[in-house]
DNA sequence: GTACAAGTTGAAGTTAACTTCAAGTCAATG
DNA sequence: CATTGACTTGAAGTTAACTTCAACTTGTAC
């Protein structure tokens, strides 16, 4: 089966636009051409762009993204290459969960403290609260927020 | 204590330009000035933009930041507001560390696939590898990748 | 009081990843 | 074979969040 490349955008409800960009920018160099010009996309280009789409969201740049295609194009000669280039990166998304769950926690924190400012109707009492009346799954992230240092785990 | 960009800058290892270009944009209304129209710092101010380093990482844009800073600089009457908008992007957070450990996932799966092809020399036999001979882990993801539909849980 | 590092401002430049536009071509339909 | 919607291209525009620059001022150290 062959795809236009607003079918195509359809099916990964994606804007045409951002393809025909991609194409332009080399990321897409498995795309084939009609007789009159036109990109003609394949099924198995599906899984590629759903590759080019997961990079992405990992935070990869497009010119690094292009690489990786680039390496794939090359065949099997690159395969120790793009295991290293996707562990990489696999690191770098456990690297970002990790900040992300840093920031969620500072976000219930700041949940808890206007919660509690609210019943009150005011955030003097919570914002000069003692460790002790503060649950403790907030005294660390307090502690980094108000620049304290806190016992460390040794 | 009292801080000049300079000093701030260090301690929250950021440029000095950050800093200045956060004033300009009105998130730093607190800062106040020297006769000679230094910004100084205080120490409570840190807390302040670790905050708005949260909310950054946490994915808002300058402009909403501003508003939160706003309405903290407004009182007790926007208690409530407050709470709504952290609430609201804790929310948004933990949607994106779902988001993700799904794009982790395919990573995952990518680092099997390039560890097996790289045994092989070819990524002929795992290209073509029957579900069966895949660890069951991998399934979902090959199946969301191919655009396979797949048995949903009901 | 002079040097000089560090501060100030407004304006312009940068970057990535698109999007929009204009002018024209292709392909399916009746 | 004419219409029309979808496609093509290169070029220019957009956005957010900074960074850099130039020209000038402040504050501290000697």
Known sequence: MLYTVGE??????MPTSTLRYYDKEGLLPFV???GG???MFRDEDIEWLKVIGCLKKAGMKLTD???????A???DETISQRLDLIAAQRKEVEAQIQAM???LATLKFKEWYYT???QDGSTDRVRNMPSEQIPP??????????????????
């Open 37 to 39: 010009g036109m990109r």
């Open 137 to 154: 799954e907030f005294w660390q992230v307090r502690a980094e927020l108000k620049g304290d240092t806190v016992n460390q785990s040794k």
């Open 32 to 34: 084939e051409r009609s």
């Open 116 to 118: 509690t400012a609210k």
């Open 65 to 71: 993204i292009k690489r990786f295609i680039e390496m």
């Open 8 to 13: 195509m955008a359809k099916k990964l409800d």
């Open 101 to 103: 769950n840093q920031t």
């Open 73 to 75: 194009m090359a065949g």
